[in-house]
């Protein structure tokens, strides 16, 4: 089974929720990246409430996203600081800040870089063996359904992991037509003990890192 997703910053749970459900992982890469979004950032739990952290970018007009370049303004302190600072009193922060701080003690000049670099790091303390591909690096033509299509076909897979979200504009009938089923991912969050208050659900999965360790959700 084949699971598609852009390269994100500091994902989600249900991100690694496909992951260990897909055997294949491929990082779309090779699309106009998305003003807005949450490719160069995500949310975490702060005293005050939920924080953007965000890696500044700049890049032309319908530039894609494995182009997308980052600004040299000390942003990879400046994360690491917010990090530290509202999860250092968290049960597992040494454990995950082994793995995650020497990403912020280097500089990064593409956002995809750091992005898939984080998400390797989180999948392998997460224990998942999930094959990382590049959509970049695979020969694949088409928009939308037909791109998705093309990718699962040069990865030799005819089973493909969707988010409901994708629901609306999926067609499922062109995958079908080409062989491919299509299973959507049932992902609930889980609730676990935050810092600061009551459950938040959907922040990036390094407010479950932290608190949780590498603990299965499922």
């Known amino acids: 089974m084949i699971a598609i997703h852009q390269p994100n910053y500091l994902p989600w749970l249900g991100f690694f929720d496909k992951a260990r459900i897909a055997d294949k992982l491929v990082l779309l890469d090779n699309v106009?990246?998305?003003?807005?979004?949450?490719?160069?950032?995500n949310r975490i739990r702060t005293k005050k409430g939920l924080e953007w952290i965000t890696v500044?970018?700049?890049?032309?007009?319908?530039?894609?996203?494995?182009?997308v370049q980052t600004v040299d303004s000390g942003w990879e302190e400046t994360h690491w600081k917010t990090l530290f600072f509202n999860y250092h009193r968290a049960p597992y922060f040494n454990e995950v800040a082994n793995i995650l701080q020497p990403v912020y003690q280097k500089r990064w000049h593409k956002l995809a870089e750091v992005n898939e670099t984080l998400i390797r790091l989180i999948l392998k303390y997460l224990g998942l063996s999930t094959k990382i591909f590049r959509s970049s690096e695979l020969e694949v033509e088409g928009k939308s359904s037909e791109l998705l299509v093309s990718i699962c076909k040069a990865a030799g897979d005819?089973?493909?992991?969707?988010?409901?979200?994708?629901?609306?504009?999926?067609?499922?009938?062109?995958?079908?037509?080409?062989?491919?089923?299509?299973?959507?991912?049932?992902?609930?969050?889980?609730?676990?003990?935050?810092?600061?208050?009551?459950?938040?659900?959907?922040?990036?999965?390094?407010?479950?890192?932290?608190?949780?360790?590498?603990?299965?959700?499922?």
């Open 56 to 67: 500044p970018v700049h890049y032309p007009y319908g530039a894609e996203i494995k182009d």
């Open 32 to 41: 106009a990246y998305t003003r807005g979004g949450v490719g160069n950032r």
């Open 158 to 218: 005819r089973e493909y992991l969707s988010g409901v979200g994708a629901t609306g504009y999926l067609d499922v009938n062109l995958f079908e037509r080409e062989g491919i089923s299509v299973r959507f991912q049932l992902f609930r969050p889980p609730e676990y003990a935050q810092r600061f208050g009551d459950f938040i659900p959907n922040l990036s999965a390094v407010d479950y890192l932290f608190n949780c360790g590498a603990r299965s959700w499922s």
